[in-house]
């Protein structure tokens, strides 16, 4: 059992749930899921490596001018770990509290991480580009200058120039809403709605995420809700609600000072 409340630390925006970035949100995931107490820190994005290199939390991948610092990272202060990465932090909370949910099951590590990789790329970049221009505003000031530039940097053009509305963006909806059917045709071979069939898991954690983040951009009227809800026949739609009992924000959450 936890005697102390984790921490998540977790990067702001102006929205009502203020948790907004999907690999955040898959860590929030898997603690929610797991009913582990914790409490959130909010961190704005120019402080995310001091804080990282302050509390001693690992980069998580390397960049021409150094280690990369990223969010989400988890303090434990029950065992003093300090974890970076929702994968790993997954994993961390199934070793450290193993009675409950396993988000791991035994032998699926490789398959799970193939699954966020993949995933990545064949659906959360493609919601990444298609999203990109609505995030500059939905950011704290200081966040907000801070992605636009190194985002600006990363593509090599405006923000507004990486899919603008039109046929750039239309396609660029369209091949992430065939990345979600070509989830739904590996999962068709299971026996229920979860990509190891009836057994929930970090992937599908992954696929809330993603889900939930589209909910949170472009609300609940929009059409790219309703085609994310209508693709495969209803079958991101009962996904989601068969999960959404995951998707809350502690209240009372603190900043980092
Ligand atoms: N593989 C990492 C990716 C985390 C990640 O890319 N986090 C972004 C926010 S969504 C970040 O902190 N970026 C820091 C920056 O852009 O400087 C995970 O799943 O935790």
Not at 49 to 70: F, Q, S, V, W
Not at 128 to 148: C, D
Not at 151 to 164: H, L, M, Q, Y
Request: charged share 25%; net charge negative.
């Amino acid at each position: 059992m936890t005697q102390q409340p984790l921490i998540l630390y977790d990067i702001p925006s102006t929205t009502p749930e203020k948790a907004w970035s999907p690999n955040l949100w898959k860590a929030r995931l898997a603690l929610n899921a797991k009913g582990i107490p914790y409490r959130t820190v909010w961190v704005e994005y120019p402080d995310i490596a001091d804080l990282c290199k302050r509390i001693g939390a690992e980069h998580t991948g390397m960049r021409p001018n150094g280690p990369h610092y990223t969010l989400p990272v988890v303090q434990d202060p029950n065992t003093g770990a300090i974890v970076s990465d929702s994968f790993k932090i997954a994993q961390y909370l199934d070793k450290t509290y193993p009675d409950t949910i396993r988000l791991v099951p035994d032998g699926t590590a490789a398959f799970q991480a193939m699954f966020v990789e993949t995933t990545t790329y064949k659906v959360m970049f493609l919601m990444y580009k298609t999203f990109l221009e609505k995030i500059v505003p939905l950011l704290n000031p200081r966040s907000s200058e801070y992605f636009r530039r190194t985002r600006e940097a990363f593509f090599g053009v405006k923000i507004e120039e990486v899919a603008p509305p039109g046929p750039a963006r239309d396609e660029t909806w369209k091949e992430m809403l065939d990345g979600l059917s070509l989830v739904t045709k590996w999962e068709a071979e299971g026996k229920g709605i979860f990509m190891m069939g009836e057994t929930v898991s970090f992937a599908d954690i992954v696929m809330l995420a993603l889900l939930h983040w589209v909910k949170i951009m472009e609300g609940v009227e929009s059409k790219e809700w309703k085609d994310v809800m209508g693709t495969d026949d209803g079958r991101w739609a009962k996904f989601y609600q068969a999960l959404e009992k995951w998707i809350w924000v502690d209240e009372g959450s603190y900043g980092d000072k």
